[in-house]
């Protein structure tokens, strides 16, 4: 019997069947089919517990939800803390924990003005598109082909098509995609000056952290200059000290109109995402400032967590620690690649962002079955299935590195043994 207190079952398949029968079971049958039975328990730091008690290291990370790792007892402190004077607040008025989270946002990116606030991180890309369109007076949008910028109207409209068919949201006539890394494609997708918007992600993660080509990111922000298009970063996934800059954009010298940033940004305690936008494109809010209205987005609790985040990663010993975490996995996985070199073929890396490249079209499914046997959690990446996700946190410790490192190493000889008996497809 597993006693939560507020709900129990009898057993980890007891839970599955429910999973299966009230929540989603296209979901819960993907990950059984793929060998993958996790249901998690309990959690702290790095560190993940099956209902079946077996220990696993995290370095999914849920897309860097869980930058600082679960259960963060300072953030979990900090919101407790919060809940003897503030709750969820009521979006219509000023409040104290918005204007100081707000300020602290802004100040970390000096040219923006604003900062509008939304629950997840695809109300942020909607918020995003919206302010485009309104200062631009276009409707069109642009985002590379393999994107991905969220599940909702608008955002998942510029994402890949495996995400935008099923809902009928893929609309040619207004969403247009282009090849990541191609400027003169690009340059003919805006020539027509009828853009409102490029968005991005600063290094796109669902695609595998395709690191972009050098000089590549600045030529796309100095077309949108060009042609009156503004330029969003997408910065769910990449910013929060991730390249070892608090935004991914500051790693490439960059200054887009809008960004947007999630996940993270709430800790994995409190749920809570954010729009930035320079004076210019931030004009609506002079105009029609309930021209966005989410009840949820920017809820005070959500403010006091995501402001201590923000203080956090602006401690010299945790900015200390990232280029540590960063250049301990360089060294060892390029000792790994070398002695696996038939299989291992590239790392993709900037900061804390990797993306481990596998000599088969779905090798990285085998090698994250593998891993999650051998007490390791990273996920392959869905729109291309030879890299896999290796996300650690940014204040991971050393012995726990070496641990990922030995556990891999373990996990290898079973990585090829379940590709030998994969079915190669290209």
């Known amino acids: 019997m597993f006693n939560y207190g507020y709900f129990s079952f009898d057993s980890k398949d007891d839970l599955l069947a429910k999973a299966i029968e009230y929540w989603n079971p ?23 517990y099956d209902m079946s008690g077996r220990r696993l290291i995290d370095l999914h990370l849920n897309g860097g939800t869980y930058n600082f790792g679960h259960r963060n007892p300072e953030l979990v402190a900090v919101l407790k803390s919060a809940l003897d004077y503030f709750d969820m607040g009521n979006h219509w008025f000023p409040s104290v924990a918005r204007a100081a989270f ?16 939304g629950a997840g991180g695809a109300e942020a890309v909607e918020i995003a598109l919206k302010t485009a369109r309104y200062t631009t007076k276009r409707r069109k949008i642009v985002s590379i082909i393999k994107g991905y910028h969220g599940h909702s109207g608008l955002s ?108 993270g940004l709430g800790g994995g305690i409190y749920p809570i995402s954010a729009c930035l936008a320079t004076e210019r494109s931030g004009g609506w809010l002079h105009e029609d400032g309930a021209a966005h209205i989410s009840t949820s987005g920017g809820s005070e609790l959500g403010c006091v967590v995501g402001h201590q985040v923000i203080d956090i990663l602006q401690r010299p ?9 960063a250049e ?14 038939d299989v291992f073929v590239g790392i993709r890396q900037r900061g804390v962002i990797l993306g481990l490249e596998f000599d088969h079209p ?12 051998n007490g390791v959690w990273a996920i392959f990446s869905s729109l291309d299935k030879r890299v896999l996700q290796f996300k650690p946190g940014v204040l991971l410790d050393a012995e726990t590195c070496q641990e990922i490192i030995d556990r891999m190493e373990a996990a290898m000889p079973r990585a090829r043994a379940l590709l030998r008996n994969m079915k190669r497809v290209a």
């Open 328 to 341: 301990f996995f360089r060294r060892s996985l390029t000792r790994m690649m070398a002695a696996h070199s």
């Open 317 to 325: 010993e945790v900015i200390s620690n990232v280029h540590y975490v």
């Open 362 to 373: 779905e090798g990285a499914v085998a090698v994250s079955r593998a891993l999650y046997e």
């Open 102 to 117: 707000a300020e602290k946002l802004v100040r970390t990116a000096p040219h923006m003005k604003y900062a509008i606030f």
């Open 156 to 263: 998942v409209a510029t994402g890949d098509d495996r995400f935008s068919k099923i809902f009928l949201a893929d609309r040619p006539e207004e969403f247009v995609q282009v090849p990541f890394n191609d400027i003169d494609a690009l340059d003919r997708a805006l020539r027509g000056r009828d853009v409102a918007a490029f968005i991005i992600e600063t290094i796109p993660a669902t695609y595998g952290f395709p690191m972009p080509a050098e000089g590549y990111l600045n030529a796309c922000q100095d077309l949108c200059r060009k042609y009156g298009t503004l330029y969003i970063a997408d910065e769910v996934q990449t910013g929060l000290m991730r390249t070892g800059a608090m935004w991914g954009w500051q790693s490439y010298g960059l200054e887009p109109d809008l960004f947007v940033t999630g996940k």
């Open 26 to 48: 296209g979901k819960t049958r993907f990950w059984q089919d793929a060998g993958i039975d996790l249901v998690i328990d309990r959690r702290e730091g790095y560190f993940l």
